[in-house]
């Protein structure tokens, strides 16, 4: 397997980097996070300017026809910077699904994606379901050439700023059933829905939506009760292994943060990195990102695999250890810095929250794990 990175993607990484090192510092991230929808339409613009926005979209529709790969170098710098623009409900989540809808809503929609004029949102979790992704209550019926949607998401990733929803119903079957779950593209205007925004521990934002006797018209479905499951376990699948190169960056960035802090603290007149057992946690902590991102780049290698049980395992083993070592990492990181490094001021904290929701999305550690274990099934 080819591991190095082609022309292209040495230069959009480089891109990327330059753009959020010229313009997205601690101090600016801050700011960004005091605009009105909690992140800055301004560096959206930016990210749409250099084609971030249009990564994973086909040419045909518009976009660059890139992949795991290039989304991984994105999410990495993005990681790097602790960006709060929502790339990952949009672009990855949102914009995973839509590109797989049929062209109709494709030619209506995506061109706003990818220009930065549209942003999209996930709702599929729902309070009852914890991580089971088959666990949707939300129901979903056909009235003539409409169909009408009653239900209750949670977590909706930046759901409160979304001009559209890409909601998941049960049209048929059992609550956790994996089949009869549709996907449907749902204005987040219309009338019906009702949205409750609020910020998440890691200064992000994300909504609790309501849909009372929402209609949708046919013209909007995603997918049906026969694909429709595979094909949000596929993205889902997507948007892990994304945020685990996202934890990366922030890894290595909280690592540099607690090195950089070692070499100029001083306790009884010398630097405090000079005392060996600091210097073998600083060694425990790089030891833990390089397994973390050997994984995460297995997570990125396998998002494509076309065999949903091999994908699945790869993406969990990853995720197991991206929760692991980003655990280890921030707890380090912030007892290395003292009291200081849980305050408002210092951004190590600001890391370690981020790195915590990280390791609880779309499924914990323990989780995980477990996804593992029944698919390698007994020794």
């Known amino acids: 397997m080819d591991f ?30 005091q ?18 926005l249009a990564i994973p979209f086909s040419e045909e529709d518009g976009g660059l026809g890139g992949g795991p790969v290039e989304l ?26 839509l590109r797989r ?19 999209l949102s996930l709702a599929h979790a729902e309070r009852q379901a914890r991580f089971t992704l088959s666990d949707v209550a939300t129901r979903v ?49 219309a009338e019906g829905v009702t949205r409750n925004g609020y910020a998440t521990q890691d200064g992000r934002r994300a909504a609790e939506i309501q849909f009372r006797n929402v209609r949708v018209s046919q013209d909007n479905l995603i997918a049906g009760p026969e694909t429709g499951f595979a094909l949000l376990q596929a993205v889902t699948d997507e948007a892990i292994a994304a945020l685990c190169a996202e934890a990366v960056g922030a890894m290595s960035a909280i690592s540099g943060l607690t090195v950089e802090y070692l070499k100029t603290r001083k306790q009884f007149g010398v630097p405090i990195g000079s005392f060996q057992a600091l210097q ?56 290395l810095h003292g009291g200081i490094g849980m305050t408002m001021e210092a951004a190590v904290g600001h890391y370690f929250k981020r790195l915590t929701m990280i390791e609880l999305m779309f499924g914990d550690t323990d989780h995980h794990l477990r996804r593992v274990a029944e698919t390698v099934g007994p020794l």
């Open 4 to 33: 190095d990175l082609s022309e292209e993607q040495n230069l959009l990484r480089q891109s990327a980097e330059r753009l959020l090192a010229d313009q997205y510092d601690f101090e600016a991230r801050k700011q960004h996070g």
């Open 35 to 52: 605009d009105e929808p909690g992140w800055s339409r301004a560096m959206w613009a930016k990210f749409a300017e250099l084609g971030l």
């Open 72 to 97: 991984m170098l994105v999410a990495e710098a993005m990681g790097a910077k602790l960006t709060l623009e929502p790339y990952l409900p949009t672009v990855i989540l949102g914009g995973g699904i």
């Open 101 to 119: 809808a049929p062209e109709s809503l494709r030619q209506r929609w995506l061109e706003g994606v990818i220009a930065g004029t549209t942003l």
């Open 141 to 189: 019926r056909l009235d003539g050439d409409h169909y009408v949607l009653d239900g209750d998401k949670s977590l909706v990733l930046a759901g409160d700023s979304a001009d559209a929803l890409v909601v998941t119903a049960r049209l048929n079957g059992e609550r956790r059933d994996e089949g009869g779950i549709v996907l449907l593209l749902v204005d987040a205007k």
């Open 280 to 335: 073998h946690r600083a060694s425990d902590m790089y030891v833990e990102l390089e397994q973390a991102r050997s994984m995460a780049l297995f997570a990125t290698m396998m998002a494509a695999e076309q065999d949903a049980a091999k994908r699945g395992r790869a993406i969990s083993a990853a995720k197991v250890q991206i929760g692991r070592s980003a655990r280890q990492i921030g707890q380090e990181a912030i007892q």
